[in-house]
């Protein structure tokens, strides 16, 4: 089955195509089980020869979709498996900052398929066991035949800027010298915009305008999908609100906080951007 390149070889499909060749990922309570061996990186899709000695620790196993055309299972394993060689376990946030896509998909749907079904077991309306629909991912009460999908929760982050400066606020639970950008769920019934324009004025009182869309990303935890946005603030004071945000600095391009995210993730990319838009403007 051909798809597009722009997917770099995985296709987060539902469907099982029963091909002779199968990848697999591996999951332990969350977290996962990459392959390890003399010389290579450890590869977080294995081939099922390189997972062999896993399968008797499997508890449940699922097409998450095709790699490189062939169908794609994960595996969740009991914690025995740890024990066996060849393997090194990280947890899901670190595989997600290393990983550049496909990869980040294909661990983001794998965890994110184990944990909506761990807890979609019964139905929310009459409390029947939900069945496992054969077809699509979807859980099915036979006798309300309702069906559950993977919940996916839209949130928006944003880089406000000011100038040559861009906003990083620490959480209060975060250690000191650690910030980032601003970021929320989206609240049912409003735009991604309004989700914007709100979240930004309650966390430290600005105003914002030029928005710009830069990119999306799944964030599995445990079903949120990033909205990423640049905005510039109308104003340059702010005023924290003390209960989501603890501090909050705006930040020179060159001279940013000690400790940022990863270009591998939305805000990481959404800062990457800022900067090579201020050096822009700086060379110009
Ligand atoms: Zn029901």
Redesign the pocket.
């Known amino acids: 089955m051909s798809i597009p390149s722009a997917l770099d070889g995985f296709h987060a499909s539902s469907i099982l195509l029963n091909s002779k060749k199968r990848w697999i990922v591996a999951a332990v309570a969350g977290d996962l089980l990459l392959a390890t061996g003399y010389g290579v990186e450890p590869q977080l899709v294995m081939s099922e020869e390189q997972a062999d000695t896993l399968r008797y620790f499997r508890e449940q196993r699922f097409c998450i979709g095709q790699w490189q055309g062939d169908d794609c299972e994960v595996w969740d394993l009991l914690p025995e498996a740890l024990k066996c060689d060849g393997f090194l376990k990280l947890e899901l946030r670190s595989v997600l900052m290393q990983s550049p896509d496909p990869y980040f998909s294909i661990a983001s749907r794998a965890v994110q398929l184990l944990d909506w079904r761990k807890k979609h077991q019964f139905?929310g309306?009459?409390g029947?066991a939900n069945q496992i629909a054969e077809t699509e991912h979807a859980l099915i009460?036979d006798?309300?035949s309702?069906r559950q999908y993977p919940r996916i929760s839209p949130c928006v982050i944003v880089a406000v800027t000011h100038g040559d400066r861009c906003l990083f606020a620490r959480h209060p639970n975060w250690p000191e010298n650690r910030f980032s950008t601003l970021a929320g769920f989206i609240e049912a019934g409003e735009s991604a915009e309004q989700a914007l324009h709100r979240e930004v004025f309650e966390e430290v009182g600005l105003e914002i305008q030029n928005i710009r869309y830069i990119g999306s990303q799944a964030w599995p935890y445990p079903g949120q999908l990033m909205l990423g946005y640049l905005a510039e603030a109308k104003t340059e004071n702010f005023v924290v609100d003390g209960v989501e945000i603890a501090e909050a600095h705006w930040f020179k391009y060159d001279d940013l906080p000690s400790v940022i995210a990863p270009p591998t993730i939305m805000a990481g990319r959404l800062i990457q951007q800022f900067v090579r838009e201020a050096e822009g403007r700086i060379a110009d």
Request: glycine share 0%; aromatic share 0%.
């Open positions: 139905c309306q009459c029947k009460c006798s309300c309702i």
